[in-house]
């Protein structure tokens, strides 16, 4: 059974970073593309950034420049590095990795989430 734990959340203000962690378990990590979703109160959830197992990255317009995407296939790990954090940022962030390990844009196991708050 594929499981996701999220931490590292918390608040933090304006212009300030966190790092957030997921740690996997499950199945072949190293092998899976893992990606990071996040979700605002009143808002549906929204696509941050994805690694893929080559290591290749992809992020939202809201996050490029800002955030990093990385792994650690020997922790089973994936991280997300965000700097320059402002209130728009305030949200749940959620790990997740799609069900059928080579897709994107289908089902995904989630973690339980972490919360985020930015202050201004």
């Known amino acids: 059974q594929v499981q996701l734990v999220e931490s590292g959340g918390g608040l933090v203000q304006a212009g300030g970073s966190l790092r957030l962690s997921c740690a996997a378990s499950?199945?072949?990590?190293?092998?899976?593309?893992m990606g990071w979703f996040r979700q605002a109160p009143g808002k549906e959830r929204e696509f941050v950034a994805r690694?893929?197992?080559?290591?290749?990255?992809y992020y939202a317009d809201s996050a490029k420049g800002r955030f990093t995407i990385s792994r650690d296939n020997a922790e089973n790990t994936v991280y997300l590095q965000m700097s320059s954090l402002n209130p728009e940022d305030t949200a749940v962030y959620y790990c997740?990795?799609?069900?059928?390990?080579?897709?994107?844009?289908?089902?995904?196991?989630w973690g339980q989430g972490t919360q985020v708050t930015v202050s201004s």
């Open positions: 997740a990795t799609p069900v059928l390990p080579g897709t994107w844009g289908g089902r995904y196991y």
């Open positions: 690694i893929a197992r080559s290591g290749s990255t």
């Open positions: 499950g199945r072949a990590f190293s092998s899976v593309t």
